[in-house]
């Protein structure tokens, strides 16, 4: 693990592509629609571009990485209200592009998400949003199928939210959700009056589960719900469920009883297997704060401060870290983290345990990426 400081780089955390030892890669936006490639060397700060003409995206351009390609759409607009879109995977290391397919719609459209390396998920809006849709496109065979389960993508008539992860189990590819009750848009529903405040809402956190083939195969079907099962069901209006990373290969979650005042870390080893891994009582650590933690797939908490020193446990290992200077979680067991704001300036501040050196960064946030604390500029977002 190492620290590069990208804050003088203009990119935020959803432009970069990879961090190599000696190179970081990334999207550099011009305007609001014009984006191109580029490769920053650090050893001679040399910036190359990669891709020989600029791209265009009029919604929310998303990247996908995997391993060395980039997915992302390239949209044309021909003045008459049709947008000619097309599916480019890119490779960063050679520089080249593909490009996968091309379709025509009146909608604008933005790539949702990339299933095995394979299935593409679509969502067009229009310029009424009752016909906007979700649609999913196969690379291999070329076919192409709306989407008629809403949950999948957010829409808000059940008041969900689903949160997409994929898994391996023996060689078959699964589709996990984190399902969840979405308030923003309960309030929204209420507020707008399609629906009543003695209605029955579901308060209820899961996560569900289905093979990515059952679900391809309902999709193109064309059934209204996919075949999710549940794997695990929160009922009480306080219970959530949290995704805590991906730890070895293994997904990780923590489900909270809000009757119980507890929380147990769970990893997903099977289809219909949650492993235990802690339990948290939340009672028995009176926290002054805690930190759900996707790098190390765990959660930091907060147990004393003062002027003379701040006290952490990471409660999967139980281990406690202590400093002079406030933070609040860890990195790699090696790095102490303390993000702050102090009026119009937000920081980060990293003690290295093994150098004990502490680095400060003003004007800044960071990521992790390939084994690397990459710290950005708060201007850049």
Known sequence: ???????????????????????????????????????????????????????????????????????????????????????????????????????????????????DNRYFLFLTAFESSESDEAWLYDRVTGQRERIRDERLVGKTERFRELYLFTTNFNGVPYIV????????????????????????????????????????????????????DDILRLHGEGDTVQYLGDNEGILRFSAFVDALNEEVIYDLTAPDVLHEVSVVDWGAYEPLDFTYDDIGSTIFIKVDESDMHTEVIDITTGARYIDVNPFERVISQRYLVHEYTDGLTSGVILFDLELEERFAYENAYFMVIDDTILILSMSSI
């Open 1 to 115: 693990m190492r620290i590069v400081d990208a804050r003088a780089m203009p990119i935020d955390h959803e432009d970069v592509i990879a961090v190599t030892s000696s190179s970081v890669y990334y999207r550099e936006k011009v305007g609001r629609t014009t984006f191109s490639l580029f490769r920053f060397d650090e050893e001679n700060a040399e910036v190359t571009q990669l891709n020989r003409h600029p791209y265009e995206d009029y919604g929310y351009a998303k990247l996908f990485v995997d391993k060395d390609i980039v997915y992302f759409l390239n949209e044309i607009p021909d003045g008459q209200g049709v947008i000619r879109t097309e599916l480019i995977a890119f490779s960063y290391e050679e520089g080249t592009e593909e490009v996968l397919t091309m379709f025509e719609k009146r909608g604008n459209s933005t790539l949702f998400w990339v299933l």
């Open 177 to 228: 959700c984190n399902a969840r009750l979405d308030e923003f848009d309960y309030y929204d529903a209420l507020d707008n009056g399609r629906i009543s405040p003695d209605d029955p809402i579901d308060h209820s956190e899961a996560l569900l589960i289905c093979t990515l083939d059952e679900a391809v195969e309902a999709i193109w079907d064309q059934q209204d719900e996919l075949p999710f």
